[in-house]
């Protein structure tokens, strides 16, 4: 079966960075579509970054040019590099393997409709 484990969250001030690490198993990690989503209270789940079985990646407009998406096929394993954190920031990170193999929607495109598995979230809470 699919698994999805996230760590690497934790709390943090402004300004400050972490990495998100998931680890992948039950499928074959390297022909899937990858992202990373988050949830902070109250409000939907949205997609922060996604990359394909080439290493494109896709990412939303609030977190381009802090955040950087990465994979290593040889273990199976999903990384965030987050850089410059702020408040807003502020969420619970979900991994998630996507419906699609070897490419991704368009980042504007990508949602709950478009994953096929969820991990458990790691928490992010920066302070000001």
């Known amino acids: 079966q699919v698994q999805l484990v996230e760590s690497g969250g934790g709390s943090l001030q402004a300004g400050g960075s972490l990495r998100l690490s998931c680890a992948a198993s039950?499928?074959?990690?390297?022909?899937?579509?990858m992202g990373w989503f988050r949830q902070a209270p109250g409000k939907e789940r949205e997609v922060v970054a996604t990359i394909n079985t080439f290493g494109a990646s896709g990412y939303a407009d609030s977190v381009k040019g802090r955040f950087t998406i990465s994979k290593d096929d040889a273990k199976n394993t999903l990384y965030l590099q987050m850089d410059n954190l702020g408040p807003d920031d502020t969420a619970m990170y979900y991994c998630a393997q996507g419906t699609w193999r070897w490419s991704c929607p368009p980042i504007n495109d990508m949602g709950a409709v478009n994953v096929g598995r969820w991990g458990q979230g790691t928490q992010v809470t920066v302070s000001s």
């Open positions: 039950g499928f074959t990690f390297s022909t899937y579509c």
